[in-house]
């Protein structure tokens, strides 16, 4: 009788350092995935009954959205204990069993981590604000009032209003980024480092293999709190910040970027660098610089291993024009830093809705983002081409939505329950009322409905991905310049002899492509691709070929 031999999926997870490196993320909204306990809140238990369905994507990590212990005013990037589960989400144990489910999968886990800011409820600011002189006195950000009452500068919240609440205990100001209950944390105080330092090593002694830092370039103000200068009109970019909200007409020069935070991130490398293959990306938050930020962040090895920013995150439609923009000055600025792209996330109105794509421009934006170089991000429901949900008015629960109701509606949209089951108008999400509505527009796109239908988008995200995780050259190899061909984006991949050719039709009309000459190979052809010797690319049509160099 044979013996079942048992592998140690832990084991064949940490012996690939660069996993990363061309990977495929999958981003999870843990609110919003599943509820197992009917509370119609997702929760951790919920990620482990719904594990098979991320495996079948072939993705090649997690990335979970904050499930600490919160006061949820910003729903959990508002965090009050940097090493516990809240209740709401379940048990440190519950955590435990999603490292266990994912990993028995060949699925790695990383979490995000806020540290930037913590809750006004965290121990540490409860113990901060007490006095000018306790142990954590310093371990936030403090200032004193102009003479005139005023605070120190002219910071601005991205919530929206000044950066500065007064506290009548200290008879001081404290710093803000976000909303007034999310004091920024000080970190030219090497004691705040060495707490944060030792949170991320509890996550990583329980088994992460990395993390998603939220507003990665926050971390560290400007020591003198120098004022802002006015941004030009003709400068302001609402990538960040909605076209509304006041944040936009400031340069922030001195409140975000600053050269310290480099200090940090190389401590923050070092600790996972005594770990066998666990990797960061960051979140860059910038409109002006994002790129150059990426850049420098992800230098030298000795920094995060990636990060992304917002181009392909904006309102800008990626034509051909814009896709070859953004490469350009990826080109000119980054030599061995490494990018992570994504289109949709848990901050931003759906790319479905936001650049107005049906199922063919979805379906060559997937494909793109699987051959492009860096690392690929892919955010819950993205895969069943879901859209924006309009969320009434009275079912707001974020409070970004309702400072700028109506102009902006805030990030609820991207947020509502992932669709299950079209049958059940809960969408199989949850058995009580879930915490934002289902979207009946999202029903007749239930993962249920999709995996009986061989041509649904659900399908082609499987196949990209597998396209990408099977072709070496398109998960690492080096790319060329994006040139243009009318509305075609075109270029080329390169690794170990092989040359693979990328081109894509991102507009609504039928365009000439000219192919280089030579023996080259079709692929794509599972995803909708041409054939080698087409002339001509339908909208929103592919062209992938490959040849011996």
């Known amino acids: 009788m044979n013996k079942e031999v048992k592998i140690d ?4 997870l940490a012996a690939d350092k660069d996993w990363w490196r061309g990977g495929v993320i999958y981003q999870i909204y843990p609110r ?6 009917g509370d119609g809140i997702g929760d951790l238990r919920g990620i482990v009954q719904r594990m098979d369905h991320i495996a079948s994507l072939g993705v090649d990590a997690i990335w979970i959205s904050p499930f600490f212990t919160s006061p949820m ?21 519950d955590f435990d069993a999603v490292i266990e489910a994912a990993h028995a999968r060949g699925i790695r886990v990383m979490i995000d981590q806020v540290l930037s800011h913590t809750s006004d409820q965290h121990p540490w600011f409860a113990e901060s604000r007490q006095s000018r002189d306790n142990d954590k006195a310093d371990w936030f950000v403090w200032a004193d009032p102009k003479e005139d009452g005023t605070p120190p500068n002219n910071w601005l919240s991205i919530f929206g209003g000044p950066a500065w609440q007064w506290d009548a205990r200290r008879e001081q100001y404290y710093l803000h980024n976000f909303l007034t209950s999310q004091p ?31 507003t990665i370039n926050f971390y560290v103000h400007d020591k003198d709190l120098r004022d802002n200068p006015a941004l030009p009109v003709d400068m302001r970019d609402d990538s960040i910040a909605p076209r509304v ?29 005594e770990y066998p293959a666990a990797a960061a990306v960051g979140e860059v938050g910038d409109a002006q610089k994002g790129l150059e930020i990426m850049a420098e962040y992800t230098s030298g090895g000795d920094k995060v291993h990636m990060c992304y920013s917002f181009e392909f995150l904006s309102k800008h439609a990626p034509t051909a024009g814009r896709v070859a923009e953004v490469w350009d000055r990826v080109g000119s600025v980054i030599d061995d830093g490494w990018a992570c792209w994504a289109f949709s996330n848990h901050d931003v109105v759906r790319h479905s809705s936001r650049w107005n794509l049906g199922d063919a421009g979805l379906r060559c934006l997937t494909t793109l983002m699987m051959t492009m170089r860096g690392t690929a991000c892919i955010y819950q429901g993205e895969e069943l081409g879901l859209t924006e949900a309009d969320v009434a008015y009275e079912d707001l629960q974020d409070p970004y939505g309702i400072e700028f109701w109506p102009e902006f509606k805030g990030r609820d949209g991207c947020r509502t329950p992932m669709v299950w089951q079209a049958s059940n108008s809960d969408a199989g ?10 979207a009946s527009e999202h029903l007749g796109r239930a993962v249920e409905a999709q995996e009986g239908n061989a041509d649904a988008i659900l399908h082609h995200y499987r196949r990209a991905i597998a396209m990408r995780r099977n072709e070496l050259t398109l998960a690492k190899g080096e790319q060329s310049p994006v040139t243009t061909q009318g509305p075609v984006a075109v270029f080329t991949r390169t690794h170990d002899g092989e040359e693979i050719f990328c081109a894509f039709n991102l507009g609504e009309a039928e365009a000439p492509i000219t192919l280089p000459a030579g023996d080259w190979q079709m692929m794509g052809a ?11 690319l339908a909208p929103w049509q592919c062209l992938l070929a490959r040849r011996a160099i």
């Open 429 to 438: 999400f949850s058995a009580g009322k879930p915490w934002l509505p289902v």
């Open 9 to 12: 999926m832990s084991s064949v």
């Open 184 to 214: 920024d944390l000080n970190f030219h105080c090497p004691a705040v480092q060495d707490a944060l330092l030792d949170a991320v090593r509890f996550w990583l002694d329980r088994g992460v293999d990395g993390f998603r830092l939220d």
């Open 32 to 37: 919003s995935f599943q509820d197992s306990t």
């Open 526 to 536: 599972e995803l909708g691709g041409a054939a080698p010797d087409a002339t001509t």
């Open 245 to 273: 909200n006041p944040y936009n007409h400031q340069h922030h020069l001195y409140s975000k970027n600053q050269p310290e935070n480099l200090a940090f991130l190389r401590r923050f490398r070092a600790l996972l660098d």
């Open 73 to 93: 005013k910003d729903f959990g990037y508002d965090v009050s204990n940097y090493c516990d589960v809240d209740p709401m989400f379940g048990t440190l144990a």
